[in-house]
């Protein structure tokens, strides 16, 4: 194998169904699938610290550094040589969802979050982003906010989750070279085919999938 790989992100508010078509789409390419927060085991550390509503709180600018070290080691550990072997990586999360989370969601200044995640992933980027969009309140039914199982995150009010979707959408206008937008409301099926039809779109030839 030759040549750099690439990086597919996949993204969208709690419930838009993107650790699903990210797993999908990683075994159709054959790419390493991975995820953030937690795919380290510093990070899975790092994810309880930010997201188990078991622990304190942690303020705005601590949480944002939190996933900034998630990402940090994230990048070294696994996508950076996973990248340099030439292998194609699908990532469930990436920079973007620090810049919808705490900038929008939370309200930080963009300006310095967008300087602390270039730098935590030493300047890696996506060649390709791809929001996952429903409604607010469709991503909300499918999560089960009910129970215990629901993270710090997810419990916060629709209204924090609205500007983290208003916050995607906005990135991804602002940039439409390296993000793509797709309606996620329908099946699993539906969807995933519409997330390959965009890779295709964007990132062909494709890496040849041996089984």
């Known amino acids: 194998m030759s040549g750099r ?10 419930g838009c169904g993107k650790s699903t078509q990210a797993r999908l789409l990683a075994d159709a390419l054959g790419a390493l699938a991975t995820a953030e927060p937690g795919a380290t085991q510093l990070g899975a550390t790092l994810r309880r610290l930010v997201l188990d509503p078991g622990l304190p709180p942690v303020s705005d600018r601590a949480e944002a550094l939190l996933v900034a070290a998630d990402r940090a080691q994230h990048v070294s550990e696994v996508v950076l040589p996973a990248l340099e ?7 469930d999360r990436f920079s973007a969802s620090t810049l919808a989370y705490q900038g929008y969601g939370r309200g930080l200044d963009l300006g310095e979050l967008r300087r602390l995640v270039s730098w935590a992933a030493a300047g890696v980027a996506p060649d390709l982003t791809v929001v996952l969009d429903v409604p607010v309140a469709v991503a909300r039914e499918r ?3 009910d129970t215990a199982g629901a993270d710090r995150l997810e419990r916060l009010d ?11 959408l906005a990135l991804a206008d602002a940039d439409p070279g390296t993000w793509a937008v797709l309606d996620a409301a329908g099946d699993v099926a539906a969807v995933a085919r ?15 999938v041996t089984r």
Request: aromatic share 6%; net charge negative.
């Open 5 to 14: 790989g690439r990086l597919i992100a996949l993204e969208g508010v709690d």
């Open 85 to 91: 072997e030439g292998r194609w990586v699908v990532t």
């Open 143 to 145: 999560l089960d906010l």
């Open 158 to 168: 629709a209204g924090f989750h609205e500007r983290v979707r208003a916050g995607y």
């Open 194 to 208: 519409q997330v390959m039809a965009v890779v295709v779109e964007r990132l062909a030839p494709l890496p040849t």
